[in-house]
């Protein structure tokens, strides 16, 4: 975790829930719908500086899109280092980094994937894929055919 803090003394800071901490500073970003210093510093707080840069990176060069269901239902397709993108969700990816940091050994919050599909939401700085509930339901299902066709993350 960010500003030499370790995740253990966060989780016990006030007894807040690091989760609800880190949808808060998304809000407050997408409320904004920009980033300033305050929130920068806040992010810098709960992650790594070099994976807020990774992050800031998927933005910039567009690598992420968001797939909406006609219900309302939400998930992230996030370009990586794989053919295909990362199915990613609002505390989820699949990555390798998360399951390994995330997961096993607790050593941070989330990965790239997962703050870029965060920050671009927020920032209102993704393209959004409407899909019918059948179709989301196949993303979920790791099935990537949006309409029978290949979505490509750019």
């Not at 003394?9 to 807040?16: N, R, V």
């Not at 505390?91 to 940091?101: D, V």
């Not at 989301?136 to 979505?151: K, P």
Request: charge should be negative; aromatic fraction near 8%; glycine fraction near 8%.
């Amino acid at each position: 975790v960010g500003s030499g803090w370790s995740l253990a003394e966060w989780k016990g800071y006030g007894g807040l829930d690091l989760g609800t901490i880190c949808d808060s500073v998304f809000d407050s970003i997408a409320e904004k719908q920009t980033l300033s210093d305050e929130e920068m510093g806040k992010l810098q707080a709960l992650f790594q500086e070099r994976t807020i840069g990774a992050a800031l990176n998927l933005v910039d060069k567009r690598m992420i899109q968001k797939v909406e269901s006609a219900s309302g239902r939400s998930l992230y397709l996030v370009a990586g280092s794989q053919p295909q993108p990362y199915v990613c969700f609002k505390r989820f990816c699949p990555c390798p980094y998360f399951q390994m940091s995330v997961i096993n050994k607790s050593q941070a919050l989330l990965c790239k994937h997962v703050i870029g599909a965060r920050l671009a939401d927020s920032l209102r700085r993704v393209e959004v894929l409407s899909v019918s509930n059948e179709e989301f339901t196949s993303w979920m299902l790791q099935d990537n055919e949006v309409g029978g066709a290949q979505s490509q993350v750019p």
